[in-house]
């Protein structure tokens, strides 16, 4: 394979691939794809893995975690792998420890309750936050490096760790989180701070190893009004981006049920919008403005409808955007586990063949 | 209490009721309020009759439903009653049978699982449908018209109800019901048919028997990506709608997620388009269009908030619309079960004074 760009594995062969070109809204050869949630449990290589290993082992091993990130990214020819890792891990390193059950991954073992409790937290040095992640990142770049790819690496938004930490794991309605932020705004700015300055660093790190590109997964912001969602929650993912945007790569923002937050999401600091299934994608790009690549956005069930079905929704929003250089197409959340390889492999070909930008005859 | 509409109890004082007005987008003398799940669980009332008796048995008594349904009204102040009922039970009356769980309230003995299933249901005449739900109607209108108040009564919407009978009960991905109307189109369409007209017979009945205006919680329906909505669902919402509308009373259509399909929504055939609150009322009622009424939308997590923070949350609302014709204040969805009477009771107040017209002086 040859790049436009550069020389093959070459830092600019990696900066000129489509998916980093579509971060700064350039035309690309065909529209980029990578998938949220690629790596893991719908893939048979995983299950193999994960019949021998913890979930703990998988996540904190670096030469597998490495390997479990490039198993979709070379089964189905992605643009882009996404560091296999946990958004919940770096809470660890802070003061907060986890525990780890097998059905719902890890959960808080003592969650946030007091101020008390904020003040025993103390944020790490970037280096020294999920250092195990950091060396999975050092060799899952090479690799991909190596094939001209590049990697993301990712963080979970200040909200939506603090809703982990308050809630202790999942939680529907965020009635806690949500009571602690509208109770006590200064214990809630005092939490947000620390976990910016988290989220920043570890970011942060992720570059300084490799990672090409960066996703803050705020996934649960959609969860507020927007009047609260610009007061208590977008100064502290504000303040995580800007440190992280002194590592120089592009930054990119996601979250479900935002329709009616893009607008403010967009001011965040990053170069691109992550979009769910919720909205039309050609709406979500103007509500978020014209200076910001969009990711998006196929409702991720399409994946579990005969093929046919599923090409047909992909097809109608590469047409609705029409090739307007910064879509990077992915689901509008993650890859549901009992996705079939089969279904992956189709959407992921699909996109590709019918957004490919022709070759002029030599 | 008197009305500037009739003499009290009569039809044209409950007509010119301020929730009657603004459904039709004419002044009211104050914004109008009602809560949605305003009676149940976070009553102490409704606890003490939860501890002599069943939910069911609750549900399928004409007396105590109706006494359920008038003590938020008269607790509070509220401007419309809403029949205490509950989405499923009309399930039962089509062949589809209910289990009643401690935790869960109904959920289905037997979900559909094919064709087979579909074909063997039936549309039951209107007045068969919930026959006890229709008696308390009668018994809560006739109370509620003494008060010169409204009472409003509801179905689920046919895709919510569609959820449920594919899925068994409340699920948090939709992924069955998805699969299924991804996959098996006429399949889906069939099942939809029935449903559509199951909900359009119930609230015609509603209404006979005494119901002011209806609204269809079509709660689940953002769920769905607005190309799916509206090529799967919105027809058949538009026909339980279309034979609704031969009772001549205001239609209200309510659902959760919608931000991006509120537009879509309103073409269903409604006089007012319920809004959740992950969207500014404002954004949302130019969504809507000018032709329709809103109602919402303040976060039920903000009734577990100190009075304060709760109460800037209903001013900023109402100071958006700023009294304009055709506002009806309601919560983004349910009251949270462990709100407390007292917090209901402020907004309630808080919303009437703040929005009250002065009266000129004589």
């Given amino acids: 394979m040859t790049s436009a760009g550069g020389v093959d594995g070459s830092p600019s062969a990696v900066?000129?691939?489509?998916?980093?070109?579509?971060?700064?809204?350039?035309?690309?050869?065909?529209?980029?794809?990578?998938?949220?949630?690629?790596?893991?449990?719908?893939?048979?290589?995983?299950?193999?893995?994960?019949?021998?290993?913890?979930?703990?082992?998988?996540?904190?091993?670096?030469?597998?975690?490495?390997?479990?990130?490039?198993?979709?990214?070379?089964?189905?020819?992605?643009?882009?792998?996404?560091?296999?890792?946990?958004?919940?891990?770096?809470?660890e390193d802070m003061g907060l420890p986890l525990e780890y059950t097998e059905d719902r991954g890890?959960?808080?073992?003592?969650?946030?309750?007091?101020?008390?409790?904020?003040?025993?937290?103390?944020?790490?040095?970037?280096?020294?936050?999920?250092?195990?992640?950091?060396?999975?990142?050092?060799?899952?770049?090479?690799?991909?490096?190596?094939?001209?790819?590049?990697?993301?690496?990712?963080a979970g938004g200040p909200f939506t760790l603090a809703s982990y930490a308050v809630e202790g794991g999942s939680s529907r309605d965020q009635l806690k989180v949500k009571a602690l932020m509208m109770s006590e705004p200064d214990t809630w700015h005092a939490l947000m701070t620390v976990l910016s300055e988290l989220v920043g660093n570890s970011l942060l790190a992720q570059a300084a190893a490799g990672a090409d590109a960066l996703q803050l997964f705020d996934s649960w912001a959609g969860i507020l009004s927007p009047a609260d969602y610009a007061e208590l929650v977008l100064p502290h993912t504000k303040r995580a981006l800007e440190i992280a945007s002194a590592a120089g790569v592009p930054l990119i923002q996601f979250g479900t049920d935002t329709a009616g937050i893009l607008d403010l999401m967009s001011t965040a600091g990053v170069d691109v919008v992550g979009v769910d299934w919720r909205i039309d994608l050609l709406r979500a790009w103007e509500l978020v403005g014209p200076d910001y690549a969009v990711q998006g956005n196929l409702d991720p069930a399409a994946l579990m409808a005969p093929i046919d079905q599923m090409l047909a929704r992909a097809k109608s929003i590469l047409d609705s955007v029409a090739g307007r250089p910064g879509h990077i197409f992915n689901l509008g959340h993650g890859v549901p586990p009992n996705a079939t390889e089969d279904s992956v492999s189709r959407l992921v070909d699909f996109v590709h063949e019918h957004s490919a930008v022709p070759v002029p005859n030599a």
């Fill in 106 to 154: 890890p959960v808080l073992a003592r969650p946030i309750e007091s101020r008390g409790d904020i003040d025993n937290l103390h944020v790490p040095a970037p280096d020294a936050i999920t250092p195990y992640s950091l060396d999975a990142i050092r060799l899952a770049s090479r690799e991909l490096h190596n094939r001209n790819l590049p990697l993301i690496g990712f």
């Fill in 15 to 91: 900066s000129e691939s489509n998916f980093l070109r579509a971060c700064r809204r350039l035309p690309a050869t065909a529209t980029p794809i990578w998938l949220m949630r690629q790596a893991g449990r719908h893939m048979t290589a995983y299950q193999d893995l994960r019949q021998q290993h913890s979930f703990i082992h998988l996540l904190t091993t670096p030469e597998l975690a490495c390997e479990i990130t490039l198993q979709p990214v070379d089964r189905y020819g992605l643009d882009a792998g996404i560091i296999f890792a946990d958004i919940l891990t770096p809470l």
